[in-house]
């Protein structure tokens, strides 16, 4: 285990209609640019992308912090965050197997650490916060799809989870879960300095430990960013990778045509903003 005692969260990935999603107001403040100064060295592990596979196979997930975890062994481990968030289980099963580290966990967020990464980053025994780095911490959020009853069911799975994440959050603060609950009711982000005064975070990292990497990662922020907006206008997660995989012969890095398919609307903006992207 971790050095402090954290709690677990149970999370049941049978959701019924419910997809988690990105939510597009952290994509706007993600930087994905934003990487540690320093070279990933052995103990260190980087989560830089959105949480959960997505359509390409990138992404963070699970099995790949539990191979890294599995290569470093028990000795201390280093996690770089820069992630928006994403897929709340991913969250939960990455945060339930920092936890169990038998050795201590040290979290640097360097930019964002939004939704289901602010879940991820609670699990550190030491929380570092970046200068200009936030938090942002909510309720479970999810794109539900169906009739009324599907809708009422959905939400009425979503409250235990709010209750598992208010209840890590007041543990790493002191807070009392209502307090923390109140905090993610009102959607709330919190920067490096106020984190590290409500007890989200136990210091900040000097400025030399953060650099912006070249701007490779643009294109990669956009397209989650069409791929939010998809998900906010009512396409299902499969949907849109079906989307995204007639779109594109490749990975988006390797795109340079587009194959017209159901959802034109959507395919002309994905060309126009990598257009604009490439331009």
């Known amino acids: 285990m ?14 019924g209609g419910a997809d988690f999603d990105l939510r597009p107001d952290a994509l706007e403040r993600w930087t994905p640019e934003v990487r540690a100064a320093k070279g ?72 964002l650490a939004a939704s289901a990464a602010s879940v991820i980053a609670m699990a550190g025994d030491e929380i570092l916060m970046g200068q200009g780095s936030f938090l942002m911490i909510h309720n479970a959020w999810a794109v539900a799809i169906g009739n009324r009853h599907d809708l009422i069911d959905a939400a009425a799975k979503l409250a235990p989870f709010d209750e598992a994440m208010a209840q890590v959050y007041a ?55 069409v791929e939010a907006a998809m998900a906010k206008a009512g396409y299902s997660r499969s949907s849109r990778r079906d989307t995204f995989k007639a779109l594109f012969s490749g990975k988006p890095s390797a795109a340079t045509t587009a194959t017209p398919c159901a959802g034109a609307d959507v395919a002309a903006l994905l060309q126009t903003t990598l257009s604009t992207l490439r331009g």
């Open 2 to 15: 971790s050095l402090i005692q954290l709690p677990e969260i149970r999370a049941d990935a049978r959701l």
């Open 40 to 111: 990933d060295e052995d103990a260190n592990i980087s989560i830089y992308d959105p949480i959960g596979e997505a359509w390409d196979g990138s992404g963070v997930t699970v099995k790949r912090i539990q191979s890294a975890l599995r290569s470093i062994g028990a000795r201390d481990v280093t996690v770089n965050v820069n992630s928006p968030g994403g897929n709340f289980f991913e969250g939960v099963a990455i945060y339930n197997a920092l936890r169990e580290h038998k050795a201590k966990v040290t979290i640097k967020v360097l930019g």
């Open 171 to 225: 543990a790493r603060t002191g807070m009392t879960p209502k307090g923390a609950a109140s905090l993610m009711d009102k959607e709330t982000w919190i920067g490096a300095a106020q984190a590290v005064e409500d007890g989200f975070a136990t210091g900040q990292l000097d400025g030399g430990e953060v650099s912006e990497a070249p701007q490779s990662s643009a294109e990669r922020r956009a397209l989650a960013q």
